[in-house]
């Protein structure tokens, strides 16, 4: 596993670039009530438990982001944080093959957006991974112990990455 955090980590340093100019912000989307979209409280839970990163972080299981308090919560991080870079932390759908993958792309997301809704992109960069094939009731059927392991792998990864690069 520490070989997936380190290359995880390392497209993360290389998509924030060094030093940042103000404190990072993670963006944890998902909701907990329902096991494949609760991978961003997750991470948003673990990083917050770990006080690993010298970050602010939106979005947890006793605080989660999602569709209804998405737009509220981003326009408030924009405004707090103008400075900030914002990585967002989702999990998404794809194909059967693709389970498990996690994605760090140097864009936002659409959160919901393969399961019909239409949420306005959010992020600067964003960390993906695949917790169920296409079709929204695939999310209810997701093991808890796969999305966990994801969320611990994906958490380390921003741990790793953010402390290294607000420390150049």
Avoid: W
């Avoid at 993360?12 to 030093?19: A, E, I, Q, V």
């Avoid at 409280?41 to 438990?49: A, D, F, I, M, S």
């Avoid at 997301?109 to 992109?121: E, F, H, N, R």
């Amino acid at each position: 596993m520490s070989e997936k955090v380190e290359a995880i980590a390392e497209k993360l340093r290389l998509l924030t670039g060094k030093p940042l100019s103000a404190t990072p912000v993670i963006l944890c989307i998902g909701s907990d009530r329902v096991t494949g979209d609760c991978l961003g409280p997750l991470v948003g839970h673990l990083l917050t438990e770990k006080h690993c990163a010298p970050a602010f972080v939106y979005g947890s299981l006793f605080s989660p982001v999602t569709a209804l308090n998405l737009v509220e919560t981003e326009r408030f991080i924009r405004e707090k944080h103008p400075q900030s870079l914002i990585i967002a932390v989702d999990s998404s759908l794809g194909k059967k093959s693709d389970l498990g993958e996690v994605r760090v792309i140097g864009d936002g997301i659409y959160p919901g957006a393969a399961v019909g809704k239409s949420l306005p992109k959010v992020g600067d960069v964003s960390v993906t991974a695949t917790v169920a094939d296409m079709g929204k009731s695939r999310l209810y059927g997701v093991k808890l112990g796969f999305v966990y392991a994801l969320a611990e792998l994906i958490a380390s990864a921003i741990c790793k990455s953010i402390s290294e690069v607000v420390a150049a």
